[in-house]
């Protein structure tokens, strides 16, 4: 009988370990969520509103998805029901999720919504911009105005149903048009579309500096990319040079370490969670590829291609695979990443797109 129950005990965990992921794959023209649970697609959540640029953030068990027509929808990632929806704007572009309140930043109403976890509003903060880049520190709001050309800093101030409101702490006139940011420590690092080159704001420090980034022959990178398509080991940072076939290696103090020469002009970087790879993904004739890139040699030792554009990638955290969303074939790819294979392609998802992944 003890032996019997030891069995049982075993398959449970078996069970328990083999159902520690989910992907949230957003079907771009379906306005939905398409569910890959255990290697198939499972499932689908409709009516989620514009999907064009639709983007899913986990925070626990909470779920949080933003459509590109403004809406804002709370919903359970385990049983996948809507419990909130909330319309910032007609056009949002970001949000962030803290302790107690969410944070979206908004193109068309030109301001940033404070909204409490269940979606309640509490705060407009009105710019007069086009705002992206938000991101949190400590308890500070930090975005960009791509119009004013300003990078804000909004502190938490008084309470509202438990919930802060923000007020401004301290504005930094930078780049021309920036449109996109990421935050590592206390560094807020912010792109542009008009100035060659990415600002730096130290956090502690209140200071804002310009670091210039350049290509082979120290000719300027037309514009930065979005810094969800940048890539942070330990000690690097992979830049994918727009413009140019080539991946920029920088240390972490931004120090130039070496151009990596890519198939085509390389559009996101993804870090796999060993910090070992790197994907890299492509725009143009090269959209059907990706290559695999070794952290340490900085050389490319695979590539794969596919029968159309590749628009996203995601490293699964609990087996030695890559999830590759093909958009025109209506496929999600999976790469073996321990032999380097293509080991199977996942259908029934419509226009694939972001591929998210919850772990519980």
Known sequence: MRYLF?????????????????????????????????????????????????????????????????????????????????????????????????????????????????????????????????????????????????????????????????????????????????????TYIVGFFLTKGFGVVDLDKMTYKLIKVTADGDKPVLKVPHFGFWSLSKDKTFIPAVGDNKVLVYDKKFNFIKNISVQGLPVFTSLSPDKKYIAITFSGKDFPTIQIVDTQTLKVIKTFNFPAKVLHVRWSNEYPQLYVSVNGADQVSVIDTKDWYLERDIYQVKRPSGIFLYNY
Do not use: W
């Not at 949230?24 to 890959?36: D, H, T």
């Not at 290697?39 to 933003?66: P, S, W």
């Not at 910032?88 to 309140?101: P, Q, R």
């Not at 923000?166 to 935050?183: H, R």
């Open 6 to 186: 030891a069995i049982l005990v075993l398959l449970l965990s078996m069970q328990t370990l083999q159902a520690k992921e989910k992907y949230f794959v957003v079907e771009r023209e379906n306005n939905s969520l398409a569910i890959i649970e255990d290697g198939l697609t499972k499932r689908y959540m409709k009516d989620m509103h514009n999907m064009n640029h639709g983007i899913v953030k986990f925070d626990g068990d909470d779920a949080y998805l933003i459509s590109r027509d403004g809406y804002v929808v709370k919903f359970d990632p385990k049983t996948e029901k809507k419990e909130a929806e909330y319309k910032t704007s007609k056009s949002a572009i970001g949000f962030v999720i803290g302790k107690n309140y969410v944070a979206v930043a908004n193109y068309d109403d030109k301001s940033v919504d404070i909204l409490s976890r269940d979606l309640t509003p509490i705060q407009k903060i009105k710019t007069g911009s086009k705002n992206v880049g938000i991101k949190i520190y400590k308890d500070m709001l930090i975005f960009a105005q791509m119009d004013n050309d300003k990078v804000s800093v909004y502190k938490e101030d008084k309470l509202k149903d438990g919930v802060p409101t923000f007020k401004k702490l301290k504005e930094f006139d930078v780049g021309k048009m920036p449109f996109d940011a990421m935050i590592q420590g206390n």
